[in-house]
C-alpha cells in the first residue's frame, strides 16, 4: 500500500471516531415533550399544565404533550413518569400532594425526592382559614383562644382525610395547639355548605370561594396558609403572622424530570419557564385558577421538595391519616 494511500485511511479513521457527528446532531428538543400531568383533565393542575405547554411549545419549537395519568392522588401519574428515559422528552407536573403521599400512603412506588430531577417550580397558593360568623373569634388568636377554652366544640371540615385541608388543619393545631374536630367530606362543596349553615365552623379552603363567600358575609376569613400575604388576597394577613409564627401549608406545583436527566436539559427547560412566567398576561391566567406564578432555580425547587417531605410526614402521622 503506497503512502498517501495508508495517509488518507488513517485520516478517514480518525475522522469517524472524532466528536464531530454528536456536534452535528440536532440541538434539543428535536422531537415532541410528554408532558405528564398525574391528575384527571379539567382540573386546576390539568388547566395550570396546559397553560405552561401552551407557551412553551412554540419557545423550543417542539410541540408539548399534556398526558393526563390521573389516580391514586397522582400516584399513577407519578410512578409512570419516573420510569420513563431521562433525556428530556418526558416532564412531570408535580405538587405539594405528591410531597405528602410519601407519607400518607401506604405503599408508594416511587420516591418523590429521589426518582425526580427538579426543573422549576411554576405556581404556589393559599389556602384561607374560614370560619362561620356566628363563632366568637375575629382573628387567629382569638379563634385559639376559644377552641383551647372549649374543647371539642370546633368542628372543621374537609375534603376528606388526606386532602390538602385537612393537612393544612392539622398542621395548624399542632402548631398552634388549638382544639377542634375533622369532619371529612367527599367533596369540597359538600363541606363549605355545611359551612355555610354553621353545621361546621371552621376550614381550610382555596382562595377563589373563600374570598368570594367572605365578601358576601357568609364566612370570615382569618388569614392565609402561605408564609408571605398571596397577590391573590393581598388584604388577608398569614396565619403565621397572626399567631402561628412558621406556619406554611402552601399549595404549590412545578415541573420535574425524571432523575439523571442532563443538567443542561433541565438548566435550559429552566430558563424558558422562568421566562414565560414573567410574562403578564401569564400571571393574570394563573390568578384566574387562584395562584401565584412562582418560578425558582432547580436547586431552590429541589431543596423545597425535600424540606416539605419530612414536615408533612409528622403532620401525617400525628392525624392518623392513612390511604391504602
Not at 404533550?65 to 431521562?86: F, H, M, P
Not at 371540615?157 to 393544612?168: D, E, L, P, Q, T
Not at 391566567?285 to 429541589?302: L, R
Request: positive net charge; glycine residues 10%.
Amino acid at each position: 500500500m503506497n503512502k498517501p494511500l495508508v495517509i488518507a485511511l488513517c485520516g478517514f479513521a480518525l475522522h469517524a471516531l472524532s466528536p464531530l457527528p454528536v456536534l452535528a446532531q440536532s440541538a434539543y428538543p428535536s422531537k415532541p415533550i410528554n408532558f405528564v400531568v398525574p391528575y384527571a383533565p379539567g382540573g386546576n393542575g390539568d388547566i395550570v399544565a396546559r397553560i405552561v405547554s401552551a407557551r412553551l411549545g412554540p419557545v423550543l419549537n417542539q410541540p408539548i404533550l399534556v398526558d393526563n395519568r390521573g389516580g391514586a392522588g397522582g400516584n399513577i401519574g407519578a410512578e409512570y413518569a419516573a420510569k420513563q428515559a431521562a433525556d428530556g422528552y418526558t416532564i412531570m407536573l408535580g405538587t405539594n400532594t405528591h410531597a405528602i403521599n410519601m407519607s400518607l400512603y401506604t405503599k408508594v412506588n416511587y420516591d418523590f425526592a429521589r426518582d425526580f430531577a427538579p426543573i422549576s417550580m411554576i405556581s404556589s397558593a393559599p389556602l384561607v382559614l374560614i370560619i362561620h360568623p356566628s363563632v366568637p373569634a375575629r382573628s387567629v388568636k382569638e379563634l385559639i383562644a376559644y377552641s383551647k377554652a372549649n374543647p371539642g366544640k370546633l368542628n372543621y371540615g374537609s375534603g376528606g382525610s388526606g386532602s390538602s385541608g385537612h393537612i393544612a388543619a392539622e398542621l395548624f393545631k399542632s402548631m398552634s395547639g388549638a382544639d377542634m374536630v375533622h369532619v371529612p367530606y367527599k367533596a369540597v362543596a359538600q363541606y363549605m355548605t355545611d359551612l355555610v349553615g354553621g353545621q361546621v365552623q371552621v376550614a381550610f379552603n382555596a382562595s377563589t370561594t373563600s374570598v368570594a363567600m367572605a365578601a358576601s358575609g357568609k364566612v370570615i376569613a382569618l388569614g392565609v396558609t402561605s408564609p408571605r400575604r398571596s397577590e391573590l388576597t393581598p388584604g388577608i394577613p398569614t396565619v403565621a403572622e397572626m399567631g402561628v409564627p412558621g406556619y406554611d401549608a402552601t399549595i404549590w406545583q412545578g415541573i420535574l424530570a425524571p432523575a439523571g436527566t442532563s443538567n443542561a436539559i433541565i438548566n435550559k427547560l429552566n430558563k424558558d419557564i422562568v421566562t414565560l412566567l414573567a410574562i403578564p398576561e401569564i400571571k393574570e391566567q394563573f390568578k384566574k385558577q387562584g395562584a401565584d406564578a412562582s418560578p425558582s432555580t432547580p436547586e431552590e425547587f429541589g431543596a423545597y421538595i425535600k424540606s416539605e417531605i419530612p414536615k408533612w410526614a409528622k403532620v401525617v402521622k400525628a392525624s392518623g391519616a392513612v390511604v391504602e
